[in-house]
C-alpha cells in the first residue's frame, strides 16, 4: 500500500506559476510511475505527466513546455512545476503512483483554480 499526500494547490490568475508537490509513504525505488493528472468538471481525468523510475517523462501536448514533472528520491517526493498557467487548467490535481501498472495508487487531490 502507498499512500500519497498533495500540497500546493490554490488560486492563482492567468500566466502565473503554482507548484504541486507529492509526498509518497514508501521509497520510489519500489514504484515505477509516478504521475500527475488532472480532472476538471463535467470531464473525465487525464494524464498530465508522468515520470519513471528510470527518469524518463511525458508530457500531455496541451502542458508541453509549461508544465515539469520532477523528482527528488531522497524525500519520496514528485513535483509539478505549471508555468504560465491558463484558465483551462482549473482542474482538481491527483498524484499517482503505479506499481503493478501506471496508476495503483493515488491521492486526494488538490484544486488549481486559475482566473481570468
Known amino acids: 500500500q502507498v499512500q500519497l499526500v498533495e500540497f500546493g494547490g490554490g488560486l492563482v490568475q492567468a500566466g502565473g506559476s503554482l507548484r504541486l508537490s507529492c509526498a509518497a509513504s514508501?521509497?520510489?525505488?519500489?514504484?515505477?510511475?509516478m504521475g500527475w493528472y488532472r480532472q476538471a468538471p463535467g470531464k473525465q481525468r487525464e494524464s498530465v505527466a508522468t515520470?519513471?523510475?528510470?527518469?524518463?517523462?511525458d508530457y500531455a501536448d496541451s502542458v508541453k513546455g509549461r508544465f515539469t514533472i520532477s523528482r527528488d528520491n531522497a524525500k519520496n517526493t514528485v513535483y509539478l512545476q505549471m508555468n504560465s498557467l491558463k484558465p483551462e487548467d482549473t482542474a482538481v490535481y491527483y498524484c499517482?503512483?503505479?506499481?503493478?501498472?501506471?496508476?495503483?495508487?493515488w491521492g486526494q487531490g488538490t484544486q488549481v483554480t486559475v482566473s481570468s
Open positions: 515520470i519513471t523510475r528510470g527518469g524518463r517523462t
Open positions: 499517482s503512483a503505479g506499481v503493478f501498472t501506471t496508476s495503483d495508487y
Open positions: 514508501t521509497s520510489f525505488f519500489s514504484i515505477n510511475v
